[in-house]
């Protein structure tokens, strides 16, 4: 079995380019430590921290839609929603453990964690 480093998404929105195109499929690859470490240097993410997100997302989605150049200009562009998406499709192939809920049993009121796996989620709901 191959390692998988690379992950396809559909944003649930989408990017709008400059001729109304829409473009929601796309891919993320898995981040390296330079990914992370670097762009802490930027005097963007020194000046704000919360401008890590946009720059390590344009890192990261290596493809959107037939857009030929992902960068931090287009992920600025990104609706919220869709940010949103990509930043937990981030934690989850990146982290080594799915995020989980508190679930009950609807049958017998047993309490149990479920870890939630956005990537089957999406692929059901498409």
Known sequence: MA???????ELPRGYVDDQGNLHRRGTMRLATAADEILPMKDPRVQSNPSYLTVILMARVVTRLGDVKHVDTRLIEKLFTAD???????????????????????????????????????TEALS
């Open 3 to 9: 390692f998988q480093t690379e992950y396809d998404f």
């Open 83 to 121: 940010l949103a998406y990509l930043q937990n499709l981030y934690r989850q192939i990146n982290d080594l453990e799915s995020p989980k809920v508190l679930a009950v049993c609807p049958k017998c009121d047993h309490e149990h964690e479920v870890a939630i796996d956005f990537l089957s989620l």
